[in-house]
């Protein structure tokens, strides 16, 4: 079957780098996406990657293993408004996406 | 980027009454769209998947008959929820693929839906 598992939830602190994991089982794969979402609000786009390797946008890094069907979210320089479900979505042969849980990151001061 | 559309953001209605759900692409053609649901506390769950001039794909455990999908333009597409009970109030999202970023979902700001 397809699944997607990452954290439930985790705390970090103001200012300091968090590592988000994702692990994927999907049939076929055609990327990967990251999404953040706040609470009562649509979830906004952060990263697709579907090349092994990480890409780099500002505070937020991606890395996709393909191999391990493995994924990293990184965020460096919490800030409080980065408290938010951070989702994690496979794409599938049929251009599906899968959905993870979502991890409910919680920083605190 | 790439900007969808949705409203209304919050409706109330009492139970037994039909509402819509609108979703435009504002500056691209969408070939794709999709509805999402998401419960409290829960992730977000497909609906249905839509191409521009077919029916919509509908997912296991979802009624299309209740849940009535129209995707008649590349820039628009409705989700009209039939004869509403309080079961179906829920956080309801759409999002719409297409343009030059084919690969990437943008999606619109959702729709609160609560059935009295």
């Known amino acids: 079957g397809q699944n997607i598992d990452q954290p439930t939830e985790m705390t970090a602190t103001e200012g300091a780098i968090v590592q988000i994991n994702c692990t994927y089982q999907?049939?076929?794969?055609?990327?990967l996406f990251w999404y953040q979402q706040h609470a009562g609000e649509a979830p906004t786009f952060l990263s697709y990657n579907v090349l092994d390797g990480l890409e780099e946008k500002g505070r937020f890094s991606s890395f996709l293993s393909r191999s391990k069907g493995y994924s990293y979210l990184l965020l460096k320089e919490l800030q409080m408004k980065d408290s938010a479900s951070y989702l994690c979505a496979a794409l599938d042969s049929n251009y599906q996406l899968i959905w993870g849980a979502g991890t409910k990151l919680i920083i605190k001061p | 980027g790439a900007v969808v559309s949705q409203h209304p953001s919050r409706v109330i209605c009492k139970s037994g009454t039909s509402v819509k759900i609108e979703c435009r692409s504002l500056d691209f053609q969408a070939t794709t769209m999709f509805w999402y649901r998401q419960f409290p506390k829960q992730s977000l769950m497909l609906m249905a998947t839509?191409?521009?001039?077919?029916?919509?794909?509908?997912e296991q455990g979802v009624e299309k008959d209740k849940f009535l999908i129209n995707h008649a333009s590349l820039t628009l597409s409705t989700l009209t929820v039939t004869s509403a009970h309080p079961e179906d109030s829920s956080f309801y999202i759409c999002s719409a693929r297409g343009g030059q970023e084919n690969e990437k979902l943008f999606f619109g700001s959702g729709t609160q839906l609560s059935v009295l």
């Open positions: 999907t049939s076929g794969f055609n990327g």
């Open positions: 839509s191409n521009e001039g077919s029916k919509a794909t509908y």
